[in-house]
Nanobody
């Protein structure tokens, strides 16, 4: 079982910012494309942003220009900087590690992000 440890969620007012972190083991991090997904109540889990081992990124249309994904390979940690947050960003955010060689996926436990005044 791959362990992914998330942190950084919380309650923020509309227009505010949060930064999520996801730490993984060095070996797993080095062979995985990483991503953030989210799931709002009553909705399916959806992709927020992904970053490959080489640093290529892609984002959901709804977060483009507001969110930024990055990875620090030396620290085996991935980040999601979330700016200009909106109430519709409220969800549980999950870290994902996709091991490319065998298409194996692992998930973090999730961290709650609530955007409300």
């Amino acid at each position: 079982q791959v362990q992914l440890v998330e942190s950084g969620g919380g309650l923020v007012q509309p227009g505010g910012s949060l930064r999520l972190s996801c730490a993984a083991s060095r070996i797993i991090f080095s062979i995985s494309d990483m991503g953030w997904y989210r799931q709002a109540p009553g909705k399916q889990r959806e992709l927020v942003a992904r970053i490959t081992r080489g640093g290529n990124t892609n984002y959901a249309e709804s977060v483009k220009g507001r969110f930024s994904i990055s990875r620090d390979n030396a620290k085996s940690t991935m980040y999601l900087q979330m700016n200009s947050l909106k109430p519709e960003d409220t969800a549980v955010y999950y870290c994902n590690a996709h091991i490319v060689v065998n298409a194996f996926d692992s998930w973090g436990q999730g961290t709650q992000v609530t955007v409300s005044s």
